[in-house]
């Protein structure tokens, strides 16, 4: 029975060719979010992109038009955590390796993971990010979600938190693999329920240091999922506030049908969510939740780069019928 409610924001730009601006892509969605969740007094996590914050602040100083982003997220955020919000780590690693060229980011792809990375960069960019995140809310970071959801392949992922004084994570979507160039994760038998795990992320460990809280996942036949996926879109558009791309559509196209293709044979593993279509499917997915899995908590994920005005509707109707049920808690609160 899921009595406990946790919506999870992924505070990024897009990550493809195009970033999409700032107030397009975060600034405008969070305020409407935030419009929807304060009607009901309930509270989200963000996890930010702190690799992005800080390519910001090193170089905002040569550009205004970085200056100006970077003051516009800092008193977004400081808000937020002001008013009862959960500000908490979310890396990119691949903004390390971008630049601004004056008019816009040129994005790096080779650094999308923590393992694409030298091992040395990766202790002292992490805590560089962590630590300007802590000063802008002149709080304390406790959680942490990988990029990508790829710790795994970080093969130190578990000293690289406890060191930093992480104590969440919630990388893990249980049930589901990835092995490509931007992903590399397999939450094939992580449990569906909150646990502590040491070396081991799909591994519970009960003197691990790091809770793990998990996104929650149910499976789907692939045909009945795609069905739903093509009559909600048939009465519905969910074309997003923000105007950037997609880091899948840097893939060839013969390789992105492929992956489309492949989709109509495996199980399909649906994360909780608000993005998209996703949103009007989330009474489904909270009621099979229910069903499958004993846990109390009930993780949703989201990004307010893809929030739209229908999407952000569906998560209120949600919302609207689960807030006398179940406690809508932010991501420390499982400490």
Request: glycine share 4%; proline share 3%; net charge neutral.
């Amino acid at each position: 029975m899921s009595n406990d409610i946790c919506i999870t924001l992924d505070y990024e730009l897009c990550l493809g060719y195009k970033t999409g601006s700032v107030h397009k892509s975060l600034i405008l969605p969070m305020e409407e979010l935030v419009k929807v969740f304060d009607r009901y007094n309930i509270k989200a996590t963000l996890m930010i992109d702190a690799a992005y914050l800080l390519m910001l602040k090193k170089n905002k100083d040569k550009y205004d038009a970085l200056e100006n982003d970077y003051n516009l997220i800092v008193n977004q955020l400081r808000g937020l955590s002001e008013n009862g919000y959960s500000i908490q780590l979310h890396i990119h690693p691949q903004w390390y390796y971008s630049y601004f060229d004056g008019n816009e980011w040129k994005l790096d792809f080779n650094h999308y993971k923590l393992s694409d990375m030298d091992s040395k960069s990766v202790p002292v960019f992490f805590e560089e990010s962590k630590s300007l995140l802590e000063s802008i809310i002149k709080k304390k970071v406790v959680a942490f979600r990988a990029g990508g959801y790829s710790l795994q392949s970080y093969k130190d992922h578990y000293n690289l938190l406890v060191s930093n004084g992480i104590k969440i994570d919630t990388s893990a979507i249980p049930g589901k693999m990835e092995k490509s160039k931007y992903q590399w994760y397999d939450y094939r038998d992580t449990p569906r329920h909150k646990y502590k795990f040491s070396n081991n992320i799909s591994k519970i460990d009960d003197d691990g240091k790091i809770l793990e809280i998990p996104v929650s996942t149910v499976s789907f036949n692939p045909i009945h999922y795609i069905f739903l996926k093509y009559r909600i879109e048939n009465f519905h558009s969910f074309l997003p506030f923000s105007e950037g791309q997609g880091i899948e559509l840097t893939y060839p196209l013969n390789i992105r049908m492929w992956n489309l293709f492949k989709q109509l044979f495996r199980i399909k593993i649906a994360d909780a969510s608000i993005d998209g279509f996703a949103s009007c499917l989330l009474p489904l997915i909270y009621e099979k939740y229910k069903i499958i899995s004993d846990d109390n908590i009930f993780v949703i994920l989201g990004h307010p780069k893809g929030a739209s005005a229908k999407s952000i509707h569906f998560t209120e109707v949600f919302i609207k019928n689960t807030i006398g049920k179940s406690t809508y808690k932010t991501i420390e609160e499982f400490l």
